[in-house]
T-cell receptor, first 115, second 111 residues
């Protein structure tokens, strides 16, 4: 158990809908990262937050947005869902942002199925 | 262009048959290389971080090594419970050093 929690574990929804995925980082970790993993794309970085502020952006679609709250939990919002958004969504956390890379600890993931 | 490539894509071993997985990268000024293990449907689990050429780290039957161009994950006398996908990740400088993950090697160890 990494100490990172994600809810829900599974989510089934229809095209065009909007969903929210939730992540609670390990105790004391200030950084949260979101990743999408699909069979054809591998693990793709979406976005990073550090202590409530956006820190880095990856291949995140405009239909997707995220935020980190004062208690450091984070939410990833996916809107106007398409079939191709079906994937595993992982949250990871790390202790701090230094001048170099941090070891990330991953949550169990949310499996999103768009029908 | 910065890249990380893992090989082979899939590997089948008999229990006790040692082998190595490869992660090659092209990045100037390596700031660390990470190895993760991922079981089906679960989140990646951190294994090792290597920072400089010549560095080695071990954990049970796994040993990770690093050169200037690649890293190897050596698996000695594997057991069926070592079956998983092994991912390596390299941070590419973009100001934030977000690790870019390779596609992974899917390892199956038969009893």
């Amino acid at each position: 158990d990494s100490g990172v929690t994600q809810t829900p574990k599974h989510l089934i929804t229809a095209t065009g809908q909007r969903v929210t995925l939730r992540c609670s980082p390990r105790s004391g970790d200030l950084s949260v990262y979101w990743y999408q993993q699909s069979l054809d794309q591998g693990l793709q970085f979406l976005i990073q937050y550090y202590n409530g502020e956006e820190r880095a952006k990856g291949n995140i679609l405009e239909r997707f947005s995220a935020q980190q709250f004062p208690d450091l939990h984070s939410e990833l919002n996916l809107s106007s869902l398409e079939l191709g958004d079906s994937a595993l969504y992982f949250c990871a956390s790390s202790p701090h942002v230094t001048a170099g890379p941090d070891t990330q600890y991953f949550g169990p993931g949310t499996r999103l199925t768009v029908l | 262009e910065d890249q990380v490539t893992q090989s082979p894509e899939a590997l089948r071993l008999q229990e006790g048959e040692s082998s190595s997985l490869n992660c090659s990268y092209t990045v100037s000024g390596l700031r660390g290389l990470f190895w993760y293990r991922q079981d089906p449907g679960k989140g990646p689990e951190f294994l090792f971080t290597l920072y400089s050429a010549g560095e080695e780290k071990e954990k049970e039957r796994l040993k990770a090594t690093l050169t200037k161009k690649e890293s190897f994950l050596h698996i000695t006398a594997p057991k069926p419970e070592d079956s998983a996908t092994y991912l390596c990740a390299v941070p590419f400088s973009g100001g934030s050093y977000i690790p870019t993950f390779g596609r992974g090697t899917s390892l199956i160890v038969h009893p």
